[in-house]
Nanobody
Framework: QVHLAESGGGLVQAGDSLTLSCEASGRTASSYALGWFRQAAGKEREFVASISSDSENTYYGDSVRGRFTIARDNAKNTVSLQMNSLKPEDTAVYYC????????????????WGQGTQVTVSS
């Protein structure tokens, strides 16, 4: 099991950039695929991005591709989400998640979740 803790959320204006970070703890944290999901008020949880344990494979959701970048540092057991050109529709609680095995877009395949960090983008 991996414990995850997100940080870096906040209130920004449209067009701004923001970087989220997630620290993963546990002896085998570096062997897990990591992902970012988000959930806006009244909506279902949405896949944002995921990265394999060796950083060789990354996936992005259609709504963020080209604007967001996921990266990980296994030496520090962290995964980041660089968010550029933010839009009001990016407003959501962002969650970090971990799964053993390869990357996946499906939230049900992730066994460990952080508490989430709020990102609010004003117009």
């Amino acid at each position: 099991q991996v414990h995850l803790a997100e940080s870096g959320g906040g209130l920004v204006q449209a067009g701004d950039s923001l970087t989220l970070s997630c620290e993963a703890s546990g002896r085998t944290a570096s062997s897990y695929a990591l992902g970012w999901f988000r959930q806006a008020a009244g909506k279902e949880r949405e896949f944002v991005a995921s990265i394999s344990s060796d950083s060789e494979n990354t996936y992005y959701g259609d709504s963020v591709r080209g604007r967001f970048t996921i990266a990980r540092d296994n030496a520090k057991n962290t995964v980041s989400l660089q968010m550029n050109s933010l839009k009001p529709e990016d407003t959501a609680v962002y969650y970090c998640a971990a799964r053993s095995g390869g990357v996946s877009r499906a939230s049900v395949e992730y066994a460990s979740w952080g508490q989430g960090t709020q990102v609010t983008v004003s117009s």
